[in-house]
């Protein structure tokens, strides 16, 4: 009789331990188990035991979790949304940003990046003057998977207004001569992936050409900025 009070003060305390966050939740489980004839070692599976440990762990709110989801909307909304970003109807891009949610808009893609990186590649310019007015996006900054920002993207793709519009948004702190992962800056996107076009825009608010820098070393000087190109930039607000 003595045994079993021990047995059963044991428990108790164990249990309070549990709830104080002092004991794990193996040591829960295991008595959990013990105290039932309906959850007999013997009974339980792997999968049945590693169920209840997780149970037990959200009950006494000693979960941890190390992922952190990608958006704040739903997997389903932000695929819409971006596939609406990548298509090339400017004015249904140009709606959709107008009309959607501040999660929605914020909703990226672990590889193209977001909604900014989609409408400066497929040249939707109303779209990227309306991203960056709103005050609820937080991406004007923002990465794509190698790296590069929205103004990477646009000067690859011939994008030249897109690139003025983002050189004088006083949000993107980024700047012209921004690399990313492969040490490539948006003069360099310009050069390599596109015609050029954007070359004396990116040039004009000082980029740089940083693959050409490496190869000719201290010889290489960009031009300094001209006043002309500056004054057609300011004339898009």
């Not at 829960?28 to 792997?46: I, K, M, Q």
């Not at 959709?96 to 990046?113: H, L």
């Not at 003069?187 to 015609?195: I, K, N």
């Amino acid at each position: 009789m003595a045994t079993l009070w021990c047995q059963n003060v044991k428990r108790a305390f164990r249990g309070l331990k549990a709830f104080l966050g002092f004991a794990s939740v193996e040591d829960v489980a295991r008595e959990t188990r013990l105290s039932s004839p309906l959850l007999a070692p013997e009974d339980s599976s792997p999968a049945e035991e590693q169920m209840s440990q997780e149970a037990l762990a959200r009950l006494l709110g000693n979960s941890r979790s190390d992922e952190v989801p990608l958006n704040d909307c739903s997997e389903a909304e932000a695929e819409a949304f971006l596939e609406v970003m990548r298509g090339q109807d400017s004015r249904l891009c140009l709606k959709t940003v107008r009309q959607a949610s501040a999660s929605v808009v914020n909703a990226r893609d672990e590889c193209i990046g977001n909604a900014l990186h989609a409408a400066a590649s497929e040249g939707h310019l109303e779209a990227v003057r309306l991203l960056l007015l709103r005050s609820d996006f937080r991406g004007v900054n923002c990465l794509n998977s190698i790296g590069s920002t929205a103004l990477h993207i646009a000067a690859a793709n011939d994008e030249e207004d897109i690139c003025k519009v983002l050189l004088l948004c006083p949000r993107f702190t980024a700047g012209v001569n921004a690399v990313n992962d492969n040490g490539q800056s948006a003069l360099d996107f310009a050069v390599e992936y596109g015609s050029g076009v954007c070359s004396p825009v990116l040039e004009a608010a000082g980029g740089q050409s940083v693959k050409l820098r490496r190869r000719v070393g201290a010889a290489y000087r960009p031009e300094p900025p001209q006043e002309g190109p500056a004054q057609d930039m300011a004339g898009l607000d």
